[in-house]
């Protein structure tokens, strides 16, 4: 994997990133070919152009990311990523429409938009049908040794059997720590020179799977390893590379102490969230405040009660405030009490089931954001009563308030939407991801992906 902006990208997918890029420019350029041919021009040469063909590419790549493109369906399937590559073609087009119209003189001409559409899906298909049987190849995954034979090692055999892994298990040895899980394992004694062996393999990465460090360490195979270029990690940080989580089964105080992250160089970051933050926040409003004003009508008229939903959540450091949504449930929801949201909850309403799905019941939100109290991006806030039952039964729970709670975030694109303990140990996981490795570059991923969510109602309830 590459590691950019501390977030992990699989080579294969920034390997087909590269390529895509290069068939868009490409694309771009038979269009205004085509285009200038048809009315009788000099096509000229393609140097004199390079502004707003690299704009081409980087809005219809933008869009690619956004719908899911580069998602492990839409790697493994020819006919998933089909749909996902023509909706996120005429989403770049909308939006290079309106650039164009924004910047005229500036552009390509929004005539040759049709064609370098054609160009561009004919081309991006082609390449998947090219290169798609070398995507998973084990060419392309990385060669990894496994120290242990118990549970830890077994979980990363069912890891390494996933079709998007991006990397293959070679072999595992068993250090004599108890109970063999991989049958297939060799013992330790039966390798004389661990280093040769790691080099005959052609490995690439050595991973510690024990399931009890003490008395079981080779350290000095281990230093030997490390000198001749080989990756040695730990359990924790190989599933945190490898999932975009923190494996709360595994990680210890001492692991979040002293691995990369929570940096403390964020003044700048952060001061470029806020500033984002308030501008985004300001534009949405303005632009969907007639949305807001017809469907608080809508819900006034659908069920008694107020249009608006205040309830309070736990924001930054724990402190709370109040936040606001268009009211999709009854107003004896919770008349017996604070309670989980279920599938197909009985307690919302006929225009609250429309509005969550369209993420509307959200917009309201934005208030918050321009206040201060939330972000765009973060962990969801979660209620003062979830929250003290949550710290309770969940360790490192109150680590995700270190960072101000998000409309959406690294948790709600890579997890269904869920109301239970377990569902929210599965966040924390993610959340705890988000937390450690928080950059710009981190927020715009999951502003890109939550388009993906949104338009095809993932996680909504």
């Not at 493109?69 to 909706?87: E, F, N, P």
């Not at 005229?104 to 004919?122: D, Q």
Request: proline share 4%; net charge positive.
């Amino acid at each position: 994997m590459i590691r950019l902006f501390k977030h992990y990208i699989p080579n294969t997918v920034l390997l087909l990133g590269l390529f895509d890029f290069a068939v868009l420019l490409l694309a771009g350029e038979l269009g205004w070919a085509m285009r200038a041919r048809q009315i009788g021009i000099t096509v000229g040469p393609m140097a004199g152009r390079w502004v707003p063909l690299t704009v081409f590419a980087a809005m219809i790549q933008l869009a690619m990311i956004s719908v899911g493109v580069y998602g492990a369906d839409a790697l493994r399937s020819m006919r998933y990523a089909t749909a996902r590559l023509l909706v996120a073609i005429s989403l770049g087009i909308i939006a290079l429409s309106a650039l164009y119209f924004m910047l005229p003189g500036h552009t390509l001409w929004r005539s040759n938009l049709v064609y370098a559409m054609g160009f561009a899906m004919v081309l991006l298909l082609a390449l998947r049908l090219i290169v798609g049987e070398f995507i998973g190849a084990a060419a392309f995954r990385r060669r990894v040794l496994v120290l242990g034979a118990g549970h830890r090692a077994d979980r990363l055999r069912k890891l390494s059997e996933k079709p998007d892994a991006g990397f293959v298990i070679v072999s595992y040895l068993a250090m004599h720590e108890g109970v063999q899980v991989v049958e297939e394992a060799i013992n330790r004694s039966a390798i004389h020179n661990l280093t040769r062996f790691v080099e005959n393999l052609g490995v690439s990465e050595v991973v510690l799977a024990l399931e009890e460090r003490r008395n079981a360490l080779p350290l000095k195979d281990l230093l030997r390893i490390k000198t001749t270029g080989v990756h040695v990690n730990d359990f924790s940080t190989f599933l945190e590379r490898e999932t975009g989580r923190i494996d709360l089964d595994t990680v210890n105080p001492s692991w979040l102490i002293f691995s990369d992250g929570f940096s403390s160089g964020r003044m700048l970051s952060s001061a470029f969230k806020r500033i984002f933050d308030v501008l985004a926040s300001l534009l949405l409003l303005l632009l969907t405040f007639p949305i807001i004003g017809l469907f608080a009508v809508l819900v006034k008229l659908d069920s008694k009660g107020p249009a608006f939903f205040r309830q309070t959540r736990v924001g930054l450091y724990g402190q709370d405030f109040q936040l606001i949504k268009l009211r999709s449930m009854r107003t004896d929801a919770e008349a017996a009490g604070a309670q989980w949201a279920v599938k197909d909850d009985p307690r919302v309403t006929r225009i609250g089931r429309l509005i969550r799905a369209c993420r509307i019941d959200e917009l309201p939100q934005t208030w918050a954001v321009l206040k201060g109290h939330m972000s765009f991006v973060g962990p969801r806030p979660e209620r003062p009563e979830f929250v003290i039952d949550l710290e309770d039964k969940l360790p490192y729970f109150a680590e995700r308030h270190m960072v101000k709670p998000g409309i959406t975030g690294w948790a709600q694109i890579n997890y269904p939407y869920g109301a239970s303990i377990e569902d929210s140990r599965h966040k924390l996981e993610y959340d705890l991801y988000y937390a450690k490795n928080y950059t710009p570059f981190l927020d715009l991923l999951i502003l890109l992906q939550t388009i993906r969510v949104v338009l095809w109602n993932e996680g909504a309830r």
